[in-house]
């Protein structure tokens, strides 16, 4: 029981890793974009 409260969890942290990840290269590139219309 333990063991799949764990693996719950680390599975909820993983997703959330990825979607903060993804989040973020969007983020990146719309200002890497930016940053190349203003040179």
């Known amino acids: 029981m333990e063991l799949q409260r764990k693996g719950g ?3 909820n ?3 959330s890793l990825v979607a ?3 989040k973020m290269h969007k983020i990146n590139k719309k200002l890497m974009e930016n ?3 203003c040179i």
């Open 20 to 22: 903060g990840y993804d």
């Open 35 to 37: 940053i190349c219309l």
């Open 9 to 11: 969890y680390f599975k």
């Open 13 to 15: 942290h993983f997703i």
